[in-house]
């Protein structure tokens, strides 16, 4: 690596670039609209709440059938803008013949937290990937377990930064400052790729020109406990369906979700942002904003694309104590970037982004609530011998759970073909009997942890922690 010279960004002047850029620092107008957006959905969530005292029949049960219409358009929607998939006989994303010498070069960035136990298995399937201009960088933020020691004995050639303990995004600020290579890869210390991901990654870059930042695709294993099996089932299909909905979004070009777990960007235009928040407690998706942000506003007409090809598996939660933090963490940092951007939301100057996308966004901020109103409803209206209401209610929950089923064993078959992976019959049994149990087992937890999240978002409270990691012994081939 080279020294920073005077040109070159510091991780002082990726700050500023921060201040400048981020709507987190601007005391404008639009503080007034974000809480009317708020509160608006709040509202409504009240009013349909209070028409179980009120109103009569299946209507009594309003919060449900809104949740339940709410998600299934989304779902028809989704289904409607991933249907080329299969009409392709080509992976359509990162597939491109590019020359090699065409293909840029790329600055792999690991933020570590004590994650001395991960890191071996990371790196060994990392390394063989690199390029002869390739620069990979771990940033040591802090840690108390001997991360620095275990590196400087086992892995002398890799670039190392020892940072004072501050956090992920800071972590990755003071890396993103060092590097000079065209292309930034974040890569969590515990998420191992495939052997051709960073390959897949590289080509699919020098294909796009406009690109300037790729969700790549993660494959959820969990560490072994009582539960895993069922955690890891369960996280495994809704990642399945994440990743068919980033492909819905993408080709709106309203794509927000990007995990930093395995993630490339274009250093230039990362660097021109602000780099990541340090403030946000995802910092990944809140990043996202800022590029389309900077985008719109410049007319750059700047992409963020996922890639199909580009895999990784990651360490997910596998107990209930872990998965409820981490559902906490992400739902409070989505409520902060939810917030942040209520400029941006129902504004026709930000396309899809503005239009469509941050509205959606914000009905969701309070869909987990929706969702945990109408089972605590049903519940009460069972207790209560409220029959007209429990029976219609639990006839249009089961008619929901039915549906549900046919839209994710679509999205097993247009993952699969996206990946490059097809899907055999057992996966598509697995796939459905996890969604027939999801209403009252892995929804009702998701749903928990995002209200547990508004908690969070309300007092500012959390720390960065680490995954159980999973024996190497024990990790799937992809």
Known sequence: MQAPSAQEP???????ALRQISPRFRETGSSLRRVLIFAGII???????LAAWFAHGILAWATGLVYVAYDTLLLVYVASRTAFVLRQHSVPA????????ATPGIGILIAAYNEAPALPTTLEALIPQLAADDVLLVVDDGSGDGTLAMLAARYPTVHVLAN????????LNAGLAQLRTELVVTLDADTRLAPDALAALREAFAADPAMVAASCVIRPVCAPSLFSGLFQGFQTFEYVGSFCSRIAWMRADALLLVSGAFAGFRREALVRVGGFDPQCLVEDYELIHRLHRYSH????????????????????????PSFLRQRRRWFAGFLQTQYWNGDMTFNPRYGNVGRLMLPIKAFDTLQPVFGLTALVLLAGFASLGRISIFVPALLVLGAKTCIDVGFQLWWVHVYGRWTGQRAGPARLLRAALTVLAGPFSF????????????????TGRHRWGVTASVPVAEVPAQ
């Open 443 to 458: 929804q009702l937890l998701r749903q928990v942890g995002a209200t547990w999240g508004w908690a969070i978002f309300l």
């Open 164 to 171: 004072a303990h501050g956090g992920k995004a800071l972590a």
């Open 10 to 16: 510091t991780a002082d002047g990726i700050a500023a």
């Open 297 to 320: 506003d410049r007319g750059l007409g700047w992409r963020v694309c996922a890639v199909g090809t580009a895999r990784a598996i990651t360490d997910a939660p596998g107990s209930l």
């Open 43 to 49: 509202s409504l969530w009240v009013a349909l709440t």
């Open 94 to 101: 990162g597939t491109a013949a590019v020359p090699l010498q």
